[in-house]
Each structure stands twice: as structure tokens, then as C-alpha cells.
């Protein structure tokens, strides 16, 4: 395998651990139920979970068609294929923001 290709991957898999561990925590803090205990699960600010996971996700959004593009051997195929990579990891973010918005409400 490519050295390129190992980082980028070894890159993927922290990113994707950082985007789950960060909403995860964002949306166990958002659902825990306010109380008078200091013991309480999340502090007042959750963004400190929101932001690293937000970050990431741009991150991942672009390496999954450079990683689209590196392992396709076809000039066409290539093209096809990184767009539609592009377009699917788009629109998978798209929908865990819609289920963490109903979860919100």
C-alpha cells in the first residue's frame, strides 16, 4: 500500500472516532436533565463537544474523495466514482445533523 494512502486512512479513522466521540457527548449533555447537583453529567458549555466534531466532519467530507480517487484505476470510473463518494458522505452528514436536530426537539 501507498504511504499516502496509510495516512490518510490512519487520518479517516481519528477523525471518525473525534466526530463520534463529539456527538455522542453533545447529545448525551443535551439530553441530561438539568438538576441542583454539582455531580451533574454535562458543565454549561457543550459546544466544547460540538466544535472538534464539527471540524472534523469537513475534514472527512474531503478525504473521502481523495481517498475515492486514489484507489480507482479507471480515468472514468475515477471521476464517477469521486463525485459520488463526495456527494453520499455529504449527505450522510446532512442526515445525522437532521437526527440530532429531532433528537433536539
Known sequence: MNGRFLFLLVVLA???????????NYLMCHTDTP???P??????????Y?????????????IVPI??????KDHKLKIIFTVLSGIGIFF?????????LMVRN
Open 14 to 24: 481519528t477523525c471518525i472516532l473525534v466526530f463520534v466521540w463529539g456527538t455522542l
Open 35 to 37: 438538576s441542583d447537583h
Open 39 to 48: 455531580t451533574e453529567l454535562c458543565r454549561t458549555n457543550m459546544d466544547v
Open 50 to 62: 460540538a466544535v472538534p466534531a464539527f471540524i472534523v466532519t469537513f475534514v472527512i467530507i474531503g
Open 67 to 72: 481517498l475515492t480517487w486514489m484507489k480507482t
Open 92 to 100: 450522510s452528514f446532512v442526515g445525522i445533523l437532521f437526527l440530532i
